[in-house]
């Protein structure tokens, strides 16, 4: 399959089929992240046991790439270490900006490096990390992110 229709295809399926969006019973953390240049408005939540996530959703909304973001990104932090975590927001974020283009890098991605293409798209770059840079502030500055 060609990319770019593989690319369309993921962002189409998370967007009528979400999996991880709702409201959480008890989130240990939350936080809402907002790309006001195109309308993009979540707020991630995120149960912590010890180091590891457990689990992951985000309400709100916003265009079809913003949305596909956050949730292939729960899908992928899910079970991971926090610090696992902060580093595949790194590893997306560089791919997304072009800064990181090497494959083993971006496998780790999962399907989130269906997004790889983003990086040609200046308009849309903040809409496909909003999701990664919400959840890397919420583990990074939990203060911010209690309820
Ligand atoms: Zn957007």
Not at 71 to 78: F, G, K, L, P
Not at 104 to 123: G, R, T
Request: with cysteine.
């Amino acid at each position: 399959m060609e990319l770019k229709q593989l690319y369309r295809e993921i962002v189409n399926e998370h967007n009528m089929h979400p999996v991880h969006k709702g409201k959480m019973e008890s989130a240990d953390l939350v936080l809402r992240g907002v790309n006001p240049s195109c309308g993009d408005d979540i707020t991630l939540q995120l149960k912590i046991d010890g180091d590891v996530i457990t689990d992951a959703m985000y309400e709100g909304s916003g265009c079809a790439i913003s949305q596909a973001s956050v949730d292939m990104m729960a899908d992928q932090i899910i079970g991971k270490k926090k610090d696992e975590a902060i580093k595949l927001a790194g590893t997306f974020m560089g791919m997304i900006k072009g800064e990181i283009t090497d494959e083993e890098s971006i496998e780790a991605l999962d399907e989130a490096a269906a997004l790889q293409d983003v990086a040609h798209m200046p308009a849309r770059v903040k809409c496909a990390v909003l999701g990664w840079h919400t959840m890397q502030e919420m583990l990074e500055h939990p203060e911010k992110a209690n309820e």
